[in-house]
């Protein structure tokens, strides 16, 4: 069982925007930064946001990154096909002393 | 370019130690930390504990203290990361990761490509 909690799959027609949610406690979200990555099939994680909102080079601005309290969220719009992979939220968890991952999120575009 | 290259597959018996590696290219070894982080079978990602290339400087995920050990070889810019004591749960993909670039110290901007490990009577 995963510290940070996202819905396990999320989905969308081309063109649409859809919202992934994470959600933690004052450890992890709620006292620190969200990093999202982004895990297409049969490859690596690769790093999506960080710092909750900010995009990598090379990442397009149809990613977006948000926090409130103690959940996170994901925004992609203008959905493609190639959006199709697995999301994971991330943060250091300040009682663990150390990063904690959520379960993931599988995106489908239909 | 930047890049991160892992060892190859294993398949270990349950109780037996397994160490992948992970060498890095393209950057100052020592400016920057490397993490490891599985991932079970159809399972998410887990994050089991970084290292500081530049002081040795080490931080464990809580639940594998004392099994895992993560190391360096500067003069080769390899990262080493051994679990011990294998379980049939310590089946997995284990990637290397660098950490501390640009976009934070919690971050993890470059991935090696993944080892399976195989742990099975």
């Known amino acids: 069982q995963s510290v940070l909690t996202q819905p396990p799959s999320a989905s969308g027609t081309p063109g649409q925007r859809v919202t992934i949610s994470c959600s933690g406690s004052s450890s992890n979200i709620g ?5 999202w990555y982004q895990q297409l099939p049969g490859a690596a994680p ?3 946001i960080y710092n909750t909102n900010q995009r990598p080079s090379g990442v397009p601005d149809r990613f977006s990154g948000s926090k409130s309290g103690t959940s996170a969220s994901l925004a992609i719009s203008g959905l493609q096909s190639e ?5 994971y939220c991330a943060a250091w968890d300040d009682s663990l002393i150390g990063v904690v991952f ?8 239909l | ?6 060892s190859g597959a294993e398949v270990k ?12 290219s393209g950057y100052s070894f020592t400016n920057f930390g490397i993490s490891w982080v599985r991932q079970a079978p159809g399972q998410g990602l887990e994050w089991m504990g970084w290292l500081s290339a ?5 931080n464990y995920a809580q639940k594998l203290q004392g099994r895992v050990i993560v190391t360096t070889d500067t003069s080769t810019s390899t990262a080493y990361m ?6 049939s749960d310590d089946t997995a993909v284990y990637y290397c990761a660098r950490k501390g670039g640009k976009y934070g110290s919690q971050t993890f901007d470059i991935w090696g490509q993944g080892t399976m490990v195989t742990v099975s009577s």
């Not at chain 1, 959006?83 to 999301?87: G, L, Q, S």
């Not at chain 2, 370019?1 to 892992?6: G, Y």
């Not at chain 2, 349950?14 to 060498?23: D, E, L, Q, T």
């Open chain 1, 31 to 35: 006292s620190n930064t969200v990093n």
């Open chain 1, 46 to 48: 690769k790093l999506l």
């Open chain 1, 83 to 87: 959006d199709e992979a697995d999301y």
């Open chain 1, 102 to 109: 959520g379960g993931g999120t599988k995106l489908t575009v």
């Open chain 2, 1 to 6: 370019q930047v890049q991160l290259v892992q």
């Open chain 2, 13 to 24: 018996k349950p109780g037996a130690s397994v160490k992948v590696s992970c060498k890095a």
């Open chain 2, 54 to 58: 530049y002081n040795g400087h080490t």
């Open chain 2, 82 to 87: 051994e679990l011990r004591s294998l379980r």
